[in-house]
């Protein structure tokens, strides 16, 4: 009597189980043994049905394991429709406070546009490409040494508050030359500054981000990425699912005392003419510069995950009310 090593059957399950095994984790040994020591028709039925049963599993293989991946990269629906309703009402709300802002004040809407002008200028198109390059450039360091991160974000704290104000500064003496400067036009010209920024820099990367996370389950990344780089968007998933749905929320609320820093900020420049000091514009990079510097909070102190975020907002959401309070007090003295 042959072995069971010896037996026809026994050999197309080694053939056949040594190219699925490894790959799809499934062994045909079971099947085969059933019509070992059988008569040819029987083995021959066998080798049929493996034959076919091999063949359909590779694509349902090749299915299934797409689907893992696609669950691997499948994002929170619901941190997804909170994510697109911020990102909406970043783009749309700055409009609403724009309008409503030039009717109560029955101004021009050129001074929207000129604050929208300044930050698209001296931020967009200057500082944010030249910073970009240089943290490129210093990247391999900066993942090296947590010190130097955090002198990097301090100098772009800076670096913000001087291209910022200093563009507000420019705006006032070059297209308001003949323009008289009126507490009005310094808070339309505050509100497209901050307007701008809040609907391109952040309502629109954040649609860009929700359009691309809902993407990504679609997409066949296998061919594409190397195992540590699926590992990596794997973990990346993984992360932003363990965040609480409402965090993208977060992002809108910062912008409501971002829009009142820009308007008092816009006010505080003015002053350079309508009180003849240029000691007003240190005034407001230095302003400018330490609410930046708010952002590295979490990271200075350790602070992690979503106790970081309300932290950085708590800090923001006062220096809000701060700014609040210095509009309406130069509106009193204007």
Known sequence: MPSNTDSSAFLVWRDIDSRVRGNDGFSFYYLTR???????????????????????????RYLRDNRR??????TNPAYLFFAALAAAINIFA?????????????????????????FLVFQLLTRIPVMFAIQAAIAP??????????????????????????????????????DDKTWGKGVLYGIGHGGLEAALFVGGLGLITVVNLAALPMLDLSA??????????????????????????????????????????SLIVMRC????????????????????????????????????????????????LFSLWLIWKMKEEK
């Not at 049929?48 to 599993?57: A, H, P, R, T």
């Not at 700055?94 to 300044?118: D, E």
């Not at 974000?153 to 104000?165: C, D, K, P, R, V």
């Not at 005034?283 to 975020?309: E, K, M, R, W």
Request: charged share 10%; glycine share 8%.
């Open 273 to 320: 003419f309508t009180r003849g000091h240029m000691v007003w514009l240190a005034v407001a990079i230095a302003f400018h510069t330490v609410l930046n510097l708010t952002t590295l909070l979490p990271a200075a102190l350790g602070v992690q995950g979503i106790s970081g975020a309300l932290l950085t907002e708590g800090v923001l959401t006062v220096f809000g």
């Open 224 to 265: 594409q990425l190397t195992p540590e780089q699926m590992q990596t968007a794997t973990q990346q998933i993984a992360a932003i699912n363990a965040l609480p749905a409402w965090m993208p929320l977060l992002g809108v609320w910062e912008r409501i005392w971002a829009m009142c820093f820009h308007v008092a900020a």
């Open 141 to 178: 360091q900066l993942k090296a040494s947590r010190e130097l991160t955090l002198a990097w974000g301090a100098g772009a704290s800076f670096t913000a508050g001087l291209f910022e104000e200093v563009g507000r500064w420019v705006g006032y003496r070059f297209l308001m030359r003949n």
């Open 94 to 118: 700055p409009l609403v406070v724009a309008l409503a802002a030039r009717r109560a004040l029955n101004l021009s809407w050129k001074y929207i546009g000129f604050g929208a002008l300044i």
């Open 69 to 74: 991946m696609a669950n691997a990269l499948q």
């Open 34 to 60: 059933i019509f070992d020591k059988t008569n040819i028709f029987f083995f021959a039925f066998t080798r049929y049905i493996i034959k076919y049963l091999f063949e359909f599993v590779a694509p349902w």
